[in-house]
Every structure is written in structure tokens, then in C-alpha cells.
């Protein structure tokens, strides 16, 4: 199972919005709404931040939001903070009854 | 409130086997639509899902680790266990164990992780 495809690195400036994509194939991304994103920052745990492709875990701020168009999903962020500058992962449940992670995007806040 | 914690050993050699323990609290592993799985980050790399345990005991792997991984659950001790075995530089990771929920279907609370080095 490959890993799902997302850009290594996107930036951009307080209150701007940046969209992260995520690409996979119809064995993964395509073929499920079981696309989640995470948010990592240095030395921590990731944290939960959508489920089910466009589904916000409570307490999890409205800034953040997801959607899928065929075997691509995208993570959205509005309003950028600086809190928000992380690593952030993709992940896919797959047609061999296992998760897929993304290989991370880096988020600056410039 | 939800807490997990993995243990197990900080060095290994080399062709010996891991044993991680996540203990968790807050849920239990017997209540329907709950499980505990695995993910792993080599240093400076990405995520990489290795395993997941249901409550109803039914297990799933990585298709590309599915040799080398053994996951058991204990209820009683809220407890998971992960085996890994043939240890190999390249598994030098912190190993994170997770809450996963299918009406969530994706890994809700984390446990701070632990980082294993394999070198001789």
C-alpha cells in the first residue's frame, strides 16, 4: 500500500486560507469517505482534526474543513493563526481493510 | 477523560523481537464500535499505520509488516500489546498506540509515544 501523495510544504500569512491536498486511488481515498487529517506539532502526539473527509471532532475550531472530489481530498484552513503552523497527515481507510497515511505537509505561517 | 500510554523497551538489537504495551483508561475495550491501534514516525519521516485491534478481538495489520506484527488485546488489564519481530535500523520509530472509533473511523486520542532505537 503506498503512501497517499501531499505536497511537502505550503505557507502562508495570518488570516489567508491555504487548502493541503491529498491524493490517492481508488482503493483509498477514492473509494471510501474515510478520509481523516491530523495535526502534529513538533515533539507532540497528532491531534484528530476531521473525520469522515469533512467531519470536525468537537472542539476542533470551524477554521478547519475537509472535502473530497474523486480520489482527492483537501484540507482547508481559514483564517490562518499562527498556532496552526504544523505538520498535517492524510489518512485513508483502504480496500485491503488497513489505514494509509500520507507522507505530511509542513505548514508555515509567514 | 481518555488516556493512553505506550511502554516497552527504548534499544533493541538487531534481529530481536519488540514488545510495546499501550495502557489506556477513560474507555474499554469491550464496548462495541471501539479499538486500540498502532502507528509509528521514523525521525523526521511520516506516520505509518502498523496494526488495529477491535473490541470484538478481530485484528488487521499492515499488508507490508503483516509477517512480523502480532497484536493481542487484554480487556481485564486495559491493555494492548504489539509484537514486531526481526528488528531492523529501519524500525528505529516512535511507536504511538491510538483510541479508534468506527463511528469516527479514524484514531481519536493518541498516547504521547515512545521512541525505539534498534542498533547493535
Known amino acids: 500500500q503506498s503512501a497517499l501523495t501531499q505536497p511537502a510544504s505550503v505557507s502562508g500569512s495570518p488570516g489567508q486560507s491555504i487548502t493541503i491536498s491529498c491524493t490517492g486511488t481508488?482503493?483509498?481515498?477514492?473509494?471510501?469517505?474515510?478520509v481523516s487529517w491530523y495535526q502534529q506539532h513538533p515533539g507532540k502526539a497528532p491531534k484528530l482534526m476531521i473525520f469522515?473527509?469533512?467531519q470536525r471532532p468537537s472542539g476542533v475550531s470551524t477554521r478547519f474543513s475537509g472535502s473530497k472530489s474523486g480520489n482527492t481530498a483537501s484540507l482547508t484552513i481559514s483564517g490562518l493563526q499562527p498556532e496552526d503552523e504544523a505538520d498535517y497527515y492524510c489518512?485513508?481507510?483502504?480496500?485491503?481493510?488497513?489505514?494509509?497515511f500520507g507522507g505530511g505537509t509542513k505548514l508555515t505561517v509567514l | 477523560q481518555i488516556t493512553l500510554k505506550e511502554s516497552g523497551p527504548t534499544l533493541v538489537k538487531p534481529t530481536q523481537t519488540l514488545t510495546l504495551t499501550c495502557t489506556f483508561s477513560?474507555?474499554?475495550?469491550?464496548?462495541?464500535?471501539?479499538?486500540v491501534g498502532w502507528i509509528r514516525q521514523p525521525p523526521g519521516k511520516a506516520l505509518e499505520w502498523l496494526a488495529l485491534?477491535?473490541?470484538?478481538?478481530?485484528?488487521r495489520y499492515s499488508p507490508s509488516l503483516k509477517s512480523r506484527l502480532t497484536i493481542t488485546k487484554d480487556t481485564s488489564k486495559n491493555q494492548v500489546v504489539l509484537t514486531m519481530t526481526n528488528m531492523d535500523p529501519v524500525d528505529t520509530a516512535t511507536y504511538y498506540c491510538?483510541?479508534?472509533?468506527?463511528?469516527?473511523?479514524?484514531?481519536?486520542?493518541w498516547g504521547q509515544g515512545t521512541l525505539v532505537t534498534v542498533s547493535s
Open positions: 481508488s482503493s483509498d481515498v477514492g473509494g471510501y469517505n474515510y
Open positions: 485491534i477491535y473490541w470484538n478481538d478481530d485484528k
Open positions: 477513560g474507555f474499554s475495550l469491550s464496548t462495541s464500535g471501539v479499538g
Open positions: 489518512s485513508s481507510y483502504t480496500s485491503s481493510s488497513s489505514w494509509v
Open positions: 491510538a483510541q479508534y472509533r468506527l463511528n469516527f473511523d479514524s484514531f481519536g486520542d
Open positions: 469522515d473527509v469533512s
